[in-house]
């Protein structure tokens, strides 16, 4: 835990804890080594992952800083800690996909590994009571859930973070499946990407063998996560924590 | 049984019998009392449900063309046997809200009856097998079930027939509160609605009393469903089998 400053725990979620910290418009956000599953049905840990996702997390949104893309994230503190702006979320969970996976091959009927025509955004409501329901835009919109203008911008928006993250990978031999991102405003309003990118939110699989580097490892009891979590980061070139 | 005409089981669904006929193009229509929800995991059936939903379609169709919406109904030819034109079916199911009830209350918590800011069409993947799943855009489009110029104008047929329906009823007393739809395509490739209008794919409350008049009876086990339908059929004026 970063020393020093003053800070009260504001929400826990299920692999990190958001503390308040004595600024204004910021706050501090602890990886931890807890790992669920299937709406909170698995649960256990995966060691090392708190450290493995916040310096993951880190190299990722700094790519994206540099190439134009806001996020919550001011810099790393600790193995564990990010500093980062404080967002008001917006209630949906934004997913992209590259390659039917997950819900999506469970719900459509399309085998795991099926190319998809092109990029598509999904977007569903994070409500974990109900299972985080995909939605479509008219849902969102009598939902009263966010603007239609805002909609549309989280849909530019992750088709670019999309169209980044999947070159960043390629050139690390690691294939970008779907991964699901947040987003929330800022104090002053300002619309930025926020919660993490990492193996627990992202599907990578390793280009040349098709082995999977992310939390279906967990998922589905396929064996130790670490070590495919640690790969994913070997693969980011990643140096150890900044100063 | 209608007599005299060759006739060939083409298709046997939950609730009705498709026959090829001697003339092509053509075919019959049976609505039979058989009734199941939940996807088949409540079977069961509603005496007399044949001839009710037979005559509620066939009043229902020729509203709709009297408005200008295609639909695929030729004549009524018994109390339970439509003559239509043969289509092949869009494989999407086109559902209309009003009123929040059934599948969107569950998935998205929503009270039943929660009125809608305003009317919504939500498009399901025809596919017992995985339960009808919701689609978006994207999801009919990278599964090539419909090219976008299709499912575009089903948008706008969907939404005009919600108002036909919904002023003719609410003149009868009866509250439209949802409704699902087919389309499909004729030989000479015209699109046009198929399927049936009825309270096994419709919500109907009476609007004075709040009573249901639909196969929400018989999906939650609130009484005898055939009174309700027969009531229904009442207030569209029904006055027996046309010749």
């Not at 020093?4 to 990190?16: C, I, P, S, T």
């Not at 039917?100 to 190319?115: D, H, I, N, Q, Y």
């Not at 800022?186 to 063998?209: H, K, M, N, Q, Y």
Request: glycine share 8%; with cysteine.
């Amino acid at each position: 835990m970063h020393s020093g400053a003053e800070r009260v725990l504001r929400y826990e979620g299920k692999a990190k804890r958001v503390y308040r910290t004595g600024t204004p418009g910021e706050c501090v956000i602890e990886f931890t080594d807890a790992a669920t599953a299937f709406n909170g049905e698995r649960k256990g840990e995966i060691s090392d992952k708190g450290r493995i996702n916040c310096a993951t997390t880190s190299i990722f949104m700094a790519m994206l800083e540099e190439h134009g893309v806001p996020t919550h994230v001011i810099r790393q503190l600790s193995e564990t800690e990010l500093l980062a702006r404080d967002v008001e979320i917006v209630p949906l969970e934004v997913v992209v996909r590259n390659i039917a996976a997950g819900s999506f091959t469970r719900r459509l009927g399309v085998p795991e590994g099926t190319p998809l025509s092109r990029p598509i955004v999904e977007f569903s409501y994070k409500r974990d009571d109900l299972g985080d329901p995909l939605l479509t835009r008219s849902h969102i919109e009598v939902l009263d859930l966010a603007p239609a203008d805002v909609v549309a911008e989280l849909e530019v928006r992750a088709l670019r973070i999309n169209e980044l993250l999947r070159s960043h990978m390629v050139d690390r031999g690691v294939t970008l499946v779907d991964f699901k991102l947040e987003f929330g405003h800022t104090a002053d309003g300002e619309l930025v990407l926020a919660d993490e990118i990492s193996p627990d939110t992202c599907r990578f699989w390793d280009t040349a063998t098709g082995d999977k580097l992310d939390k279906d490892l967990f998922r589905h009891d396929l064996g130790d996560a670490t070590p495919a979590y640690q790969l994913l980061l070997d693969r980011l070139g990643a140096t150890g924590v900044p100063a």
